[in-house]
């Protein structure tokens, strides 16, 4: 890969820059614009990371930080851990950002809004410039989202370095949500669901959860990052799937805040909700523009490896944004081939059956195609019950094994969705595999959003969308 900038990348990059750099400077003569001002800074994020991957490159492979390419015949050796680059070009521009979104709040909290003059009372010298107008607890949850997003981008960058084993880091992204859910339980508090209209007689219209609410939103912040982490180990798959679901994501968001969509008879009307996705959008956009610039360079032939850092970041994002936007239930609804990954990867994460260390595809360096890639249980025998039911998965067409005359499964393809996906289809080019996986995980988020917001209706009265009863 270049170290350099060509000639007209140097041109694209830099107007971009300037262009956002402009929209940000003309923000400040209105209310402070932080939604045009996020879409701007998703620009500079994105320019700012473009250039820095590149630069970065050799430096990353002098230090070490480098891979091999082991699904390419003469396996390049590229840069590795660039997610982290994305990582901390992305917090500063959260970090930059924060006046934007109270930048009215700010200049109403001041002594009137910069006037020198104004006369302060002398019980305001004790209390304050009108403070108490200022939305604190708005910023304590923003504050709160950077820092559990900082928590886990330590994580991934103690993985990279150190290869830390699964079972040892599986739970410490729910120490990274701990800030974010403190300010949750002091600003909001709730921990009540709505109950399904057909256990409504058993359980009443709500259902209070208590401290296993807080639970369950620990284990949100657990399985994002860990779900982008293993359905991961081709080309392009760990950023394009990020991009993807943040991009349903921001769809999701702009059903509650563009004019019109919550109320078509009165399109100045803004759902009760808009704050809360407005706060996903500002989180979100700035992602965008980060993983647009390191997935030009890790799409098939990637040039970069994005390294464990990218997924822990990239889930924590959607986790952050999830909780403190109150709609981690949406997000679960996108997340279905994580879901099922995770599931399907289960008897190997648990050691029920063996597991070799990296369950990549195995490339095939005479055909130049991916195939499933094995483990081996020859070794050590699969126990009666566990050999059954590996058997009952064969048979069902969930796994490729290899069977003696005893009827013994000697081998199996490893468990996750991208070795079924090849023995579904048969071996493919690299490319070809993303491209299958990433049109499921499109497909199967336009489906999620659908059962959010039309089929929830067949057990809710109300999608809070539209807040408009089942007729």
Avoid at 118 to 141: C, D, M, N, W
Avoid at 144 to 170: N, T, Y
Avoid at 198 to 203: C, D, E, I, K, Q
Wanted: glycine share 8%.
């Amino acid at each position: 890969m270049s170290t350099s900038l060509s000639r007209t990348e140097t041109l694209s990059l830099f107007s971009l820059f300037a262009a956002c750099v402009g929209i940000l400077a003309n923000t400040f003569h209105g209310d402070g614009e932080p939604l045009i001002a996020s879409i701007a800074f998703s620009g500079i994020a994105f320019s700012s990371t473009y250039a820095l991957i590149r630069w970065l490159g050799d430096v990353f492979i002098r230090a070490g930080l480098k891979g091999k390419d082991m699904s390419k015949k003469n396996a390049p050796v590229i840069p590795e851990t660039m997610g982290a680059v994305c990582a901390v070009v992305y917090l500063l521009i959260v970090i930059v950002f924060i006046p934007f979104p109270f930048y009215k709040d700010i200049v109403v909290a001041t002594s009137g809004g910069g006037n020198r003059d104004f006369i302060v009372e002398a019980h305001q010298v004790e209390t304050g410039r009108y403070l108490h107008r200022f939305p604190h607890s708005k910023l304590a949850s923003y504050l709160s989202a950077i820092l559990s997003l900082q928590s886990v981008v330590i994580l991934g960058l103690g993985d990279d370095l150190f290869d830390i084993r699964w079972r040892h880091k599986v739970l410490i992204p729910a120490f990274a949500s701990i800030p974010m859910l403190i300010v949750y339980f002091v600003d909001f508090g709730v921990t009540q669901i709505v109950v399904p209209t057909f256990l409504r007689p058993y359980f009443g219209e709500l259902l209070d959860l208590g401290w296993l609410y807080y639970a369950y939103l620990a284990s949100i912040s657990i399985f994002c990052p860990n779900s982008i982490n293993i359905l991961a180990g081709i080309n392009g798959l760990e950023v394009s799937q990020s991009l993807i679901i943040a991009f349903l994501l921001i769809l999701n968001d702009l059903l509650y805040i563009l004019p019109g969509t919550f109320s078509p008879s009165n399109a100045t009307t803004q759902h009760p909700a808009a704050d809360s996705h407005f706060f996903s959008l500002y989180y979100l956009l700035p992602f965008l523009g980060v993983s647009l610039a390191l997935w030009t360079h890790n799409w098939y032939p990637a040039r970069v490896f994005v390294g464990d850092t990218y997924c822990y970041f990239a889930g924590m994002v959607f986790a952050v944004v999830s909780i403190q936007g109150h709609f981690s239930k949406t997000l679960l609804l996108l997340l279905g081939p994580q879901i099922v990954n995770f599931v399907y990867s289960l008897p190997q994460l648990f050691h029920i059956v063996p597991c070799p260390r990296h369950r990549l595809p195995r490339f095939n360096a005479r055909t130049g195609l991916l195939e499933p890639s094995v483990a081996d249980f020859r070794q050590k025998p699969l126990r009666p019950g566990v050999n059954a039911v590996v058997k009952l998965m064969g048979r069902l067409g969930l796994l490729k094994i290899d069977e003696d005359e005893e009827g013994k499964v000697l081998e199996s393809n490893n468990f996750t969705i991208i070795n079924l996906w090849l023995v579904w289809f048969g071996p493919m080019r690299e490319d070809r595999l993303a491209l299958g996986l990433l049109g499921t995980q499109l497909v199967c988020g336009l489906f999620g959003l659908w059962v959010r917001h039309s089929l929830a209706l067949l057990v809710f009265t109300a999608d809070n969308w539209s807040l408009n009863s089942k007729v």
